[in-house]
């Protein structure tokens, strides 16, 4: 009886340890991928986060002679100069492989919206566009936040984004009246926001709104949901009184 009060208990721990491992595992394993996609990107990136370590550590070393002149003193200090060492080379790491992700997303259908969803303080992204012309491929992604409702455009024609974005924005005036609602166009060329500064001019705009506010929001914009903008029939024709050819069925 003993033996097998004693066997569920280490099953149990067993368990325990394989559910954390993997947490751990995981964590290390992103960061190994996020500086392998900096390095790929930029091979002096691991040069450069390095230095930053070593050099702050030696800046933190210098001080602690010069100010405390002791050994506790001097360690203190050189201990400080390599946590904010470590800091800089993190943060550096991050801008590096935030670069290489956006040089990899350049040009490839849906950019915009993957940019869109990054950003935070308060921006709630729709998961999917709410307009998409199915021939040319133009997409419209919409974000709602304190500064209102914000719709981006993506495609290769910038005229055609254009008016897929005032023909949006006019949809979307008439559910949501008093409530801002911007537009802007994501791509290099001018006029254009570029992917890399996207959430900068989010973050912009003046705040109007509050977070019920949004919220309502949000639920009155769940009204217009997704649409796919679909070739347009030809004036004179009605769809439902159109009739086979059986002539040309037949091959006559």
Known sequence: MSTNSETPRKGLFGRKKKDRAPKKNGRIQQMREVFNLARKHNPASAWLMAAALVGLTLVGVVVG????????????????????????AMFMLGRYAETAA????????????????????????????IAVDPR????????????????VGEGRSRHKVTKLLDK?????????????????????????????NLTKTL??????????????????????????????????????????????????
């Open 102 to 129: 956006f040089d990899q997303m350049r040009g490839q259908p849906g950019a915009i919206g993957a940019v869109l969803n990054t950003a935070r303080r308060g921006w709630l992204m729709d998961e999917q566009p």
């Open 168 to 196: 949006e924005k006019r949809r979307h005036e008439k559910v949501v009246r008093g409530v801002p609602v911007h537009t802007f166009q994501g791509g290099e060329n001018d006029g254009q926001v570029p992917m890399e």
């Open 203 to 252: 973050y912009k705009l003046p705040k109007r709104l509050n977070k019920a506010e949004i919220l309502a929001v949000r639920n009155r914009l769940t009204g217009i949901g997704s649409i796919a903008t679909r070739p347009p029939i030809p004036k004179g024709v009605d769809p439902n009184n159109i009739r086979p050819d059986r002539r040309s069925l037949r091959g006559r």
């Open 136 to 151: 040319t491929q133009e997409m419209i992604f919409r974000t709602t936040g304190r500064a209102g409702v914000v719709l």
């Open 65 to 88: 002679l010069l100010v405390s002149g002791g050994v506790f003193g001097t360690i203190l200090w050189g201990v400080s100069g390599l946590l904010a060492g470590a800091v800089l």
